[in-house]
């Protein structure tokens, strides 16, 4: 007889191969058709929120491999939330202004200069909705709830209008202020930048000495004296307009062939050297103090060139004498100001020197000057040394080439007046990693007023109109008027319409007599409508304030933390933020940086049709994210490798409680010790996973699911109970206390991976209906029992620590080929009393069973030694039972054991 059929094999449609590619679409159809994140909120409703603010990215292009770990990272955390009970609302948003769009519409063929301003604006603004529904579609294929019917876009009309109140508040509030400075200056893109905006990559640079000769020594120094500068931008020379020492250096006038000197003392054995003078005699020393207020003849014009002093110059580099052009460094302006020196700005938009430079040098590009200027000099005798240096130098971020420090009229926010409130927003924040907030603390102590114009044509205009006589009009019912409008119409009303169709009816204002208006044409930084976002995005839709995370790539200290710390201590008077955590850049298999032209690239895309979206997900929760990270072919089929052996162990257990009901639950502290240590270690895994979501520490939890998943239940409990779920009669006690074990774990598991494996489990629950309409919608579960788990993980892992002597005595005796599988074994094994008598405790009459052998037999005698027995195994004697392949003594004709006869009544 074939007795096949009699056994209670395993049975589930839950497919071995996932099928992920064909199978996530369909669920993430019927999350949007049924509503899913709806009935989410609706679930919560009146519970405690937990509101993680969306920064947004910007609409340009397909997402790439770092917004998807970003936004996985993000969905994980709303999921894991929800599950915890919170009411998680998650509302994305999409950053929309600024110059990419701008060229990206100019390369279909637009010249922006050459057409209306506000036709070439609703070009961008269609041009930009695009991107966002590519990205949207791009976001919502990994798995991504959240509101996406209705995301925040920082170029609706909403959102423009909050921005400008806020513009106005901070005006009215006298943070906002107009002001001729030195600032990033991109020419490439013609346009101010922010420092978000910069980023560093070494260039080689000329460096020369110049000499300024003494024009009024004021009694002090003759007039064949000069000093000496340094400077690595020579271009910058036709605008000096002072030399800046320091008060407490001590300066030495040197006599050489070619002249006498001035250098900062400790510097003149390296310089003369440097020169090649072969005379040196110091004839005088001077602190920087006693030079005050000499002044010099500018080598290339005719003008002065002043001594001053500043605490910037330093003595590591240079000579200690400091070329000082006010138009082109932060350090200079400043220092000038306080000599009533007007900062000068020879240079236009292109980065181009300007007429009154010169015909020799007019119209010349800044690198390109720098040749001519370094030659000019040169002919008058005045370079006294050239060198190349390879140096960092700040670049365009979009357009990857140098800018400049020029000083133009900007508009600024002021950071001076409430730098000490955002110092001590900062200490109230709980940064993730801990170093961020040292690292904000940093940067906002050493940050200069912020540069919010923009000389751009696609972003939010600056609400400000001039007067008659030029005076900025900082009215809050003007503010209000114009964000009104905005709120109407959207920004581009204030290109469709004259300044005095912008202002409320009957404006007036002393300074314009005939009521004749201008209107500013700069638009606001893009830092500053992404910064408005806890107000034009979470305030507005009611998420209130501050939001409980941010969460976003590290650069974003420097960027959207930044500009939204500032904006919302401005407004608000605290930070947007309770905490932040921030993630790493993703890289190569070999931790290169990725990029088109090495062909490195990961495209979520590519992953996703070939792996699947959980695979995506696997991968950004089993990395430190919180560091750089890597992603290539080995890494993510390691994930898919750690993914199957998963799925495996869901559908075994699927398989296995196939006839089993939630009545049939049996009480866990009534449960055998071995089965209630499965329940304690489940219990351990629920509470510690649960606590590395609320901790966003997701590797950890990804660890401790695999690890029970394929250690603890997989290799150990699902091997052995086989023999009681396969041969035991369908509802006997001792099957349905494993079947209560696997319904459990399944129960606990399924939730806990839900946020992770969110499209996987819900297949799951498809099955085993644990949530009627959706895995999504339920909570994490809890593992109740009333059983000493301390005691019961002690006695288990100490029979373990047995049950492991025997694994090496069967795999010794199967190397020496005494057995083959391990139900031929018969084991001797000595132990000692108390262990014996734990034995006897949990496994009455089953040890056998527990070790998955057909015999075992307790020997007083001395056996081969083990850690903590001694064993022998040898062949065991009878015939094999035909049911249930354990050796067995039977003499019945059929050969079945006496539990098979039992079983199937005999």
Partial sequence: MDYKDTLLMPKTAFEMRGKLPSKEPNFQKRWKEGKLYEKMLENRKGAKPFVLHDGPPYANGDIHIGHALNKIIKDVIVRSHYMD????????????????????????????????????????????????????????SLGCIGDYDNPYITLKKEFEADQIRIFGKMAMDGLIYKGLKPVYWSPSSESALAEAEI??????????????????????LDHDTSFIIWTTTPWTIP?????????????????????????????????????????KQILQTYKGSQLEFITCQHP???????????????????????????????DDFYVCQKYGIDAYCNVDEHGCMMEDCGEWLAGQYVDDANKTVTMKLDELGCLLKLEWITHAYPHDWRTKKPIIFRATTQWFASIDKIREKLLDEINAVSWIPSWGKQRMHNMIADRSDWCISRQRAWGVPIPIFYAEDDTPIMDKAVFDHVADLFAQYGSNVWFERDAKDLLPEGYTHPGSPNNIFRKEMDTMDVWFDSGSSHTGAMIARGEGYPADLYFEGSDQYRGWFNSSLIVGTAVHGKAPYRQVLSHGFVMDENGEKMSKSRGNSVSPKEVTNKYGADILRLWATSIDYQADCRIGDNIIKQCSDTYRKVRNTFRFLLANVGDFAKENLQNL???????QYMIALLADVNTKVRKAYAEYRFSDGVTALTNLMTNDFSAYYLDYTKDI?????????????????????????????APILCHTCEEINDYLHLEEDSIHLGSFAEVTFTFAADDVKAKMERLLMIRSDVLKALENARNEKVIGKSLEAHVQIHVSADDRMLIDEVFPNTFQQWLIVSKVTFSEETLPAYEVSQIKVEKCDGVVCPRCWNITNSTAEDGLCERCRMVLGK
Avoid at 103 to 114: E, F, M, N, P, V
Avoid at 115 to 137: E, G, I, N, S, W
Avoid at 669 to 675: E, K, N, V, Y
């Fill in 669 to 675: 502290d009534s449960l055998p010790l071995s089965d």
């Fill in 199 to 220: 980023e560093y990559h070494d260039i080689k640079s000329p460096t020369i000495y110049v000499a300024f000769r003494v024009k009024d020594g004021k009694g002090i």
């Fill in 239 to 279: 605008a000096n307009l002072a030399i800046c020492l320091n008060k407490d250096f001590t300066y030495a006038l040197v006599q050489s062939e070619k002249g006498k000197y001035i250098v900062l003392e400790e510097m003149v054995d390296s310089l003369w050297e440097k020169f090649g003078f072969q005379e």
């Fill in 300 to 330: 290339l014009y005719d003008r002065e060139s002043l001594i001053i002093l500043g605490d910037h110059v330093t003595a590591d580099a240079g000579t200690g004498c400091v070329h000082t052009a006010p138009g082109f460094g932060a």
């Fill in 725 to 753: 779920l396969y041969i035991e009669k369908m509802d006997s006690l001792r099957r349905r206390q494993v079947q209560t074990v696997l319904y459990t774990a399944l129960n606990v598991l399924v939730r806990l991976w």
């Fill in 85 to 140: 009970g919170y009411y998680a609302p998650f509302i994305p948003g999409w950053d929309t202004h600024g110059l990419p769009i701008e060229t990206a519409i100019t390369k279909l063929g637009h010249d922006r200069k050459k057409m209306p301003l506000a036709d070439f604006r609703k070009l961008c603004h269609d041009y930009a909705l695009q991107q966002v529904a590519t990205q949207k579609k791009g976001f919502l």
